[in-house]
């Protein structure tokens, strides 16, 4: 059996409904992704960028759900 990449898990929690998008604006945007058994924070700001409370590093798979739903508009 093949392992899901982080992005394929992504695509899967947000199919699922995992991902709630608690607040937008142009200067941040804050969600939760109900992972394996926890749910994580998420958020990006312009000073700290993509951050997520999972002890994966890199791009995880929640933020990889989320990323696939905010787009950042260039200035």
């Known amino acids: ?13 947000l199919g699922e409904g995992r991902l709630t998008v608690l607040y ?6 804050q969600a939760e992704c109900r992972g394996t ?12 960028g993509w951050t997520c ?9 929640h933020l990889w759900a989320l990323l696939s739903v905010a787009v950042r508009e260039a200035p």
């Open 1 to 13: 059996m093949t392992r899901e990449n982080a992005r394929a898990k992504g695509m899967r929690y």
């Open 24 to 29: 937008v604006d142009p200067d941040r945007v």
């Open 53 to 61: 409370t999972c002890p994966a590093r890199g791009r995880c798979s």
């Open 37 to 48: 058994g926890a749910v994580y924070r998420l958020r990006w700001s312009e000073d700290e």
